[in-house]
């Protein structure tokens, strides 16, 4: 059986409505989507005290990958699994996770930390537009490494 092709991959015009869920589909955000919608209530889901110390990472084949700030936490957490597993398949209706693994990540830097000395501040519509830029890169990790580098680096050579 042949499948029509729709007018947004004919290039032609079409509505909102009926082009997204095929670019949504194409570019295979739906486990995107699913992260961020839990990355959203994620306070909500593990309670204050946990969400400041985690955050969900990605999916894999059934299983919830979570950052741990430090291994005493990934120690005490693997005690509360069982719980956690079910508070968050509560809000992940459409694919419950049927495991959770643990994995050490260091924290974000403040964004209200004081610049070092010596260091010029960033403007801030430079880099506004450079993160823009970097969206498009598919790995957060490398997005954020890339980001932290031009951070740097603007802050050594802003002009006064």
């Avoid at 947004?8 to 739906?30: C, I, N, S």
């Avoid at 699913?34 to 299983?63: C, D, H, I, N």
Wanted: proline share 8%; with cysteine.
């Amino acid at each position: 059986m042949k499948k029509t092709r729709t007018g947004y991959e004919q290039g032609q015009p079409t509505t909102m409505d009926r082009a997204l869920p095929e670019v949504f589909a194409t570019k295979q955000w739906g486990a995107q989507w699913r992260l961020f919608r839990l990355l959203g209530k994620w306070p909500e889901v593990v309670g204050a005290e946990v969400a400041q110390l985690t955050y969900p990472a990605f999916f894999r084949r059934g299983t919830l990958c979570i950052f741990v700030q430090n291994s005493a936490w990934m120690h005490h957490l693997q005690y509360v699994k069982a719980e956690l597993v079910t508070r968050i398949n509560q809000h992940l209706e459409d694919q419950p996770i049927t495991d959770i693994r643990w994995q050490l990540h260091a924290p974000a830097p403040s964004p209200s930390a004081p610049p070092l000395p010596g260091l010029r501040e960033i403007d801030p519509h430079r880099e506004h537009s450079f993160c823009q830029m970097t969206e498009a890169i598919a790995n957060r990790e490398c997005r954020e490494a890339l980001q932290r580098l031009w951070r740097s680096f603007a802050a050594h050579n802003e002009t006064e």
